[in-house]
């Protein structure tokens, strides 16, 4: 091809160019005259824009998605949770017997430092990992290593409760409306009361067990992990 037809083509590309431009901006300029089709391309628009933010969303909650189903694939099973009841159980004991005699370093929820509620914080995440720990358990734990009483442990423990319940809860309902499920009337009704009366019988075993602990420590609780951990052990061979 000579440099002639080169720029030959290219003059009557930039014209096409040219034309469609001009075509392009006439039609947008009779649609903006047009209230109502202006209208329908603005929804229409809005409503591409909600689908790529929703699989923009849809996205990063597969990868959650998939963590989660790799832990359930991994530990939700009977003998990984009975391990991890045994385990924290004997835990519990060793903790015990390792602090008799000894005097709190924290004994006041006052005096529970940055440092020591993130340290006790870490331990919860062992809960989060392996079904079967118990989340107050693991904190408890943490929280006696570290020198805090008793009281003070399970008192904290409890506060402690109160943003992982509230995340969970508002992560579960977000997953359901990022893939479209909404909740009705009365399911908004049934979950509203089970939180009123879970908050009610929470008060009220907090009670007891605070005034428990007061007097006893956290071996009993050891022993009751240890047998259950067995019995789920003696069921799963029997059921499955």
Not at 188 to 211: D, E, N, Q, R, T
Request: hydrophobic residues 50%; aromatic residues 12%; contains cysteine.
């Amino acid at each position: 091809m000579s440099n002639i037809d080169y720029y030959v083509n290219r003059a009557i590309e930039e014209i096409k160019s040219e034309s469609v431009y001009r075509q392009y901006t006439t039609s947008l300029e009779k649609l903006n005259a047009n209230p109502e089709i202006k209208r329908q391309v603005d929804e229409l628009r809005r409503l591409n824009y909600q689908a790529q933010i929703k699989n923009d969303d849809a996205d990063s909650y597969d990868t959650i998605d998939d963590i989660d189903d790799k832990i359930d694939e991994l530990f939700y099973h009977p003998i990984p949770v009975a391990i991890a009841l045994i385990v924290v159980g004997i835990v519990f004991i060793v903790v015990e017997n390792a602090k008799k005699g000894s005097r709190p370093a924290i004994r006041s929820i006052g005096e529970i430092t940055y440092k020591a509620a993130i340290i006790i914080g870490l331990f919860q995440l062992i809960a989060a990992v392996f079904p079967g720990t118990s989340r107050s358990g693991a904190t408890i734990i943490g929280a006696l290593i570290i020198g805090v009483s008793r009281s003070v442990a399970a008192e904290f423990t409890f506060f402690l409760a109160v943003p992982v319940m509230f995340g969970a809860s508002l992560l579960k309902i977000a997953k359901y409306a990022a893939v479209g499920m909404a909740m009705t009337g009365t399911e908004w009704i049934v979950l509203i009361v089970g939180c009123l009366v879970a908050f009610f019988v929470s008060v009220f075993v907090i009670k007891f067990l605070m005034g428990y602990i007061k007097k006893h420590d956290f071996k009993v609780f050891g022993v009751y992990r240890i047998i259950l951990g067995i019995a789920v052990i003696a069921l799963s061979f029997v059921l499955f």
